[in-house]
């Protein structure tokens, strides 16, 4: 037997673990406030990585894990897997194609968590699959999300479940008809509402091992095609023989190229090193991160409100009018938690490079004559 997913919601803003989500439908208690308990798993990092995603993020050295990923450059509430799209393909069941340059290594080897002092962070593997996430479903939605460190895999034993949660905020949510949309962060649902998709949604199996091959279960792709109306179109997956091709791409041949090194269980990159920027130019970025984080989450709310009203508004709903009140005052504290956690996460990083030496200025050059001194 598995062990079953449990079920953690979101719980104040100084979470850093990752968490799981029940299959009983249990109202969600809120995030717990414990670290990720890393377990036995394919999760050593290794040298191979680090010349490729060095432009998109930083290596840090993060305990217990050594060396990890942290991506830069991305919007307020990114998660995991929500750049990108679906496909079924025969020999590895739903793959992530992600449009990303980088993601050929994130979404396929290792583990995400999201961090409070750092945000979301990358936890390099040695083995490849589809995609390592969990899975959620209803009649009309269908969620994903990453799994974290704890989540152990050996080909013997499968995937195996440590001590560990998938946070509410954590979750990505579609709706079922939508789920092969080749664009799905315009299709993703507010991240407030996981607090309601999580007590009405079930969990799917997902990864499992079939003759030594890791195979993304997930929702069955006769539930996808009658929500979709169509039929799933099968890839197959081919090996890309040089790094050049490693960002996912369908083929007109009805193949995806995927970029699989083989990568030795040993090693650790080093860090690399933070490009310099002076306190003027920091102060000006950091204000306008902060900006940017705001008007985000002020959008996300007014998203959110107007939902609201429309359901108010609906005379079919299902449910009493106070029942309807208390979900979305749920979601409304689900909102809140969501922004004072991305203010400590923005306020905890920009603290941080503030402290850092300033840059040296550079040597004068020999060569160079110097001008001659003013009386």
Avoid at 16 to 36: E, M, V
Avoid at 175 to 196: G, H, I, K, Q, S
Wanted: hydrophobic share 40%; glycine share 6%.
């Amino acid at each position: 037997m598995k062990p079953r997913l449990l079920l953690l919601a979101w719980l104040g803003l100084m979470a850093s673990s990752i968490g799981c989500a029940s299959p009983d439908g249990d109202p969600p208690p809120s995030l717990a406030a414990t670290g990720p308990t890393p377990v036995a798993t394919d999760l050593p990092s290794e040298p191979a990585f680090q010349d490729s995603l060095a432009p998109y993020g930083d290596w840090i050295q993060l305990s217990p894990y050594g060396s990890v990923w942290v991506p830069r450059g991305l919007p307020p509430d990114w998660r995991p897997y929500t750049d990108g799209h679906w496909v079924f393909a025969d020999d590895g069941g739903w793959t992530w194609v992600s449009d990303a340059d980088w993601g050929w290594a994130p979404f396929h080897y290792g583990r995400w968590f999201f961090d409070d002092q750092w945000g979301w962070v990358w936890v390099p593997g040695s083995e490849w699959a589809p995609a390592w996430v969990a899975w959620r479903s209803n009649d009309d939605c269908i969620g994903w999300a990453p799994l974290p460190p704890s989540a152990g895999f050996s080909f013997e034993a499968g995937l195996t479940v440590g001590n560990f949660d998938i946070a509410e905020p954590c979750w990505v949510f579609v709706r079922r008809r939508e789920f092969l949309e080749p664009n799905l962060r315009e299709r993703v649902l507010l991240a407030p509402r996981n607090v309601t998709l999580l007590r009405e949604t079930r969990e799917v199996p997902g990864l499992v091992v079939v003759d030594r091959h890791l195979v993304n279960r997930g929702v069955a792709v006769e539930e996808v095609e009658r929500a979709a109306g169509h039929p799933v179109g099968h890839v197959r997956l081919v090996d890309a023989k040089a790094a050049a091709e490693r960002r996912l791409a369908r083929r007109e041949d009805g193949s995806i190229r995927v970029f699989r090194p083989d990568v030795p269980d040993r090693g650790r990159p080093n860090v690399a090193a933070t490009p310099s920027i002076t306190a003027e130019g920091l102060a000006q970025r950091h204000a306008a991160e902060q900006r940017a984080l705001e008007a985000h989450f002020a959008a996300q709310r007014n998203a959110l409100i107007a939902q609201h009203q429309r359901e108010l508004a609906d005379r079919s709903a299902r449910i009493t009018a106070t029942e309807l009140q208390a979900r979305h005052e749920a979601e409304l504290r689900s909102h809140e938690q969501m922004l004072e956690r991305q203010r400590q996460v923005l306020r905890n990083r920009q603290i941080r490079e503030a402290q850092r030496p300033a840059p040296r200025p550079a040597p004068p050059n020999p060569a160079t004559p110097r001008p001659p001194h003013s009386r």
